[in-house]
């Protein structure tokens, strides 16, 4: 094979992996780099061209290409809103206390489904049944105060 075939099939398969890459993510992964190896391997398809000219090109095109994504998307991705994690979106809601918070023993609620062990806030006895409010979580534990 000569080194213009070689080049061929190299730009081809970086090009395929790239896009399979692209097609398989989430997110905008290597869709520079996809762009990239196409555009050299149009430049590899004039076997007059020398091959270091195709790897400085995929790099130029590649840079270019993110640069301009990053431009184009960067107020969407920065104006983005975090979500709320399941137990964060808990804050401020009242639940059933389903077991007694004591100052030495945890008390249980239940959050879709999922239990959770719950701390008073001011290190007071809850009894069971009552509604209490989430006003922080702080590791695996909710810190709750009665809901009034």
């Not at 270019?64 to 431009?71: D, E, K, N, S």
């Not at 137990?87 to 009242?94: E, Q, S």
């Amino acid at each position: 094979m000569t080194p213009y075939i070689i080049m061929l099939i190299i730009w081809g398969a970086i090009f395929l992996l790239s896009l399979i890459i692209e097609i398989c993510t989430d997110g905008l992964v290597s869709i520079w780099f996809t762009g990239g190896a196409f555009v050299a391997l149009i430049v590899a398809l004039f076997p007059q061209v020398p091959f270091w000219v195709s790897i400085i090109v995929f790099f130029v095109v590649s840079l270019a290409i993110f640069l301009l994504v990053y431009f184009l998307w960067r107020d969407k991705l920065r104006g983005a809103k975090k979500a709320k994690l399941n137990a964060n979106a808990a804050i401020g809601k009242t639940f059933l206390l389903l077991e007694p918070i004591t100052e030495d023993h945890p008390g249980i609620i239940k959050n879709h489904g999922v239990t959770w062990e719950c701390v008073s806030e001011h290190n007071e006895t809850i009894v069971k049944g009552s509604r209490v409010e989430i006003v922080n979580l702080i590791g695996n534990h909710y810190v709750v105060k009665i809901h009034s």
